[in-house]
């Protein structure tokens, strides 16, 4: 296998090293290949990943985001990019579970507050919109030539995506990082950095706050904390309801997001069972939100 078809020794070969490296494969990526480089007494991510045209990723926006995120402290330094690479400093800490996050929700929301409001001060270039409702139409036509095995459900996809929309209603537009999984944070002991920009864009913060509770699990209770620490005021059901549309819509959203990977995606990992999994969240959700429509 040649150097540019194999990943870990495209890293290998990157002049930016000091000598000779050994690059380690890290777990977790279902976008990306990514590698822990020590070089010397420094440590190094880096992400290696084409654009994923059936996704919206752009590696360009990624970069933008990711320069921006680290002028706003958001995000670790980018060390080195060219096409398909993307090395960053590594943060020394602990990923978070959603058990973490919800035992420090003021934290959590501060650190997406600052992302949603400061990066876009220090974004460069063209950059991209994230919404949702565009994505699940896109994804719908993408899972109808691709022959999906749940196309006979596209319709009621579409239909649900539709009156979704309705109930959001108009948005407050904010820099969006929109895959908001326990995952993607990262304490190192004294604070938290939020990580992996690939689907970064202006949106409505509230799809950053459903994916938190959603991605989550957080209670109800937990989720107009949520709401009131973002907002800085008390909840309204007006606003309780238009959140659970958008937290509905992120689930169809990641629910159609695995089911063209299923399609499309190369990367070793049981899609099929995540769409299954994020199904059942699906309908728990939007049963949700027809019961407060109903109310």
């Known amino acids: 296998m040649s150097v540019s078809h194999d990943p870990r020794r495209r890293v290998a070969a990157l002049s930016i090293w000091r000598g000779p490296v ?4 890290l777990g977790g990526g279902i976008t990306n290949t990514n590698f822990l480089v020590r070089d010397g007494d420094r440590r190094f991510v880096v992400r290696v990943g084409e654009d994923i045209p059936v996704h919206g990723v752009m590696r360009f926006n990624e970069l933008a985001a990711s320069r ?8 670790p330094a980018v060390v080195h990019a060219e096409p398909g690479i993307l090395v960053l400093e590594h943060i ?3 990923t978070l579970e959603p058990a973490d996050v919800r035992a420090r929700l003021e934290q959590v929301v501060a650190l997406v507050h600052r992302a949603h409001h400061e990066i876009p001060k220090h974004l460069r270039g063209p950059a991209l919109v994230f919404w949702v409702f565009h994505v699940v139409r896109d994804y719908a036509h993408t899972l109808e030539e691709g022959g999906s095995r749940l196309r006979h459900r596209l319709p009621e996809f579409l239909a649900m995506a539709a009156r979704l929309e309705r109930a959001v209603g108009p948005i407050e537009l904010v820099y969006g990082h929109n ?3 326990a995952a993607n944070l990262i304490d190192d002991g004294e604070r938290l950095w939020l990580i992996d920009w690939d689907y970064a864009g202006f949106n409505s913060p ?8 959603s991605n989550n699990e957080l209670s109800a209770a937990e989720r107009d904390r949520v709401l009131e620490l973002y907002f800085d005021r008390p909840v309204t059901d007006e606003l ?3 959140a659970q549309a958008m937290l509905t819509a992120s689930l169809l959203r990641e629910t159609m997001w695995s089911l063209v990977s299923e399609l499309h995606s190369t990367i070793d990992f049981d899609f099929r069972g995540y769409t ?3 199904l059942g969240r699906l309908d728990r959700a939007f049963a949700t939100f027809e019961e407060m429509d109903g109310r």
């Open 22 to 25: 050994e690059p380690e494969p």
């Open 68 to 75: 921006a995120a680290q002028a706003a402290g958001v995000s």
């Open 92 to 94: 020394e800490g602990r």
């Open 179 to 181: 895959d908001l999984l």
């Open 206 to 213: 509230l799809f950053d706050l459903g994916g938190l509770v």
């Open 240 to 242: 309780r309801f238009r």
């Open 276 to 278: 299954e999994e994020n």
